[in-house]
């Protein structure tokens, strides 16, 4: 117990609600993820381009609305944000089981993007006003490890509940699903609300953060990350496995759950291991890890043994665990460092709304590449992600030096408010 104790890092009351309010909905997501373009494919019969447009909607959209949340933080506070993007999440989410034609289920995708853009910027703006900056990786690392085990546990249930045979196992995740938003947005009640000053409310603008090159590259680069790795293993993977290599749906369940424990087990020890080292350095590493799993996935398509092609997903899916625990921690600290205070809303919208691009370019276009070839998929992704990784070594120097590298061992405070 004592060491236990000694490894989860000392955080504010608020962060704890905030990343166990994350931890929650993360439950939800884990649910739908997983099996969203097997329920559009397999359950309802759409195609697989119209399948990945579902995402692509929902990601597009939350795109558009997460601009508009970056504004409505600055202004009205985040913690009023969030819980209106909660409850349109749950709508959104709550309503899939009713879908019979495509132009439903993108309505829907639509509905739950907006609630899904709107509330990460408010999140992350309040993690970042209510935690020291001495804290945030380890506040960040918290929600990494939280929230990847609500995934774990949402894509488990998931995985036992679901059968395409019997669409009305897709009504309970969804339906679950819903409920996780409302939880969350109600625990959104015991967290202290965070306003600007009336003058600081008026000076911000978005022109500010477009004029800050740096940034601007920065969340580039993480734009293309997010499609190139993340949301291939969210959305086009599980599809992949199942179609593909041909494992069934427990096993899908079970390759985020293995995928989820490394990141529970790697992450507070990345967190430290990364202390006072350079930010683009981890990001270029992270980059090659990736690559590397995309590689061990591909070679779980070419062999006849089941076992050995499932072996090797799970295998990938923990490789690329390193570099989610490599992303968790550099990324969200970095913007919180670079963000002024009269303009956090607008950048953490702007680097969230980018990645949401991420999310919904990628499922389409990796849909769309796996119907024509599963290696130019798998072997174009790993490419991409190491050409990424030379990018941002070349940023390294352009990060400001305050921010250049994590806090050190030294500096991280251990006072809890």
Known sequence: ???LRAAVPP???????????????????????????????????????????????????????????????????????????????????GLFPLVREPWQALVLAAVSGVGRGAYWPAYSGLLAALTPPEQRPAAYAVQRVGGNL?????????GLIVATSDPETFTVVFLLSAATSIVFALSLLFVPPVHLPPAERKAGRYADVLRDRTFIA?????????????????????????????????????????????????????TRALRGKRRMQALAGMGAIWAFSWLIVFAAAGTSRTWLSAGLLFVGVTVFAIGECIHG???????????????????????????????????AVGAVMLDVSPAALWLGAATVCVLLGIAALALDERIPVSARRSPEPSSVMTAVR
């Open 1 to 3: 117990m004592r060491r």
């Open 11 to 93: 955080l504010p009351r608020s962060i704890w609600i905030l990343n166990l309010g994350t931890a929650v909905n993360a439950v939800g997501s884990g649910l739908v993820t997983p099996f969203l373009l097997i329920y559009l494919h397999n359950v309802r019969g759409f195609s697989l381009e119209l399948s990945g447009l579902v995402p692509t909607v929902h990601f597009a959209t939350a795109l558009v609305f997460g601009i508009v949340a970056g504004a409505a933080y600055d202004r009205i506070g985040g913690r009023t944000t969030a819980a209106v993007a909660l409850v349109l999440v749950a709508v959104g989410f």
């Open 150 to 158: 609500g995934i774990a546990l949402g894509s488990l249930v998931a």
């Open 218 to 270: 920065l969340i580039a680069v993480n734009f293309a990350f997010v499609a190139a790795g993340i949301a291939l293993l969210n959305s086009v993977l599980p599809l992949f496995a199942k179609n593909n290599v041909g494992i069934d749906e427990k096993l899908i369940g079970l390759l985020f759950v293995v995928n989820t424990i490394a990141i529970v087990v790697l992450q507070f020890p990345v």
């Open 329 to 363: 921690v550099v990324q969200g600290p970095l913007v919180s460092d670079l963000a002024p205070a009269s303009v956090r809303g607008r950048y953490m919208a702007s680097w969230l709304t980018t990645a949401q691009l991420g999310f919904a370019l990628g499922p």
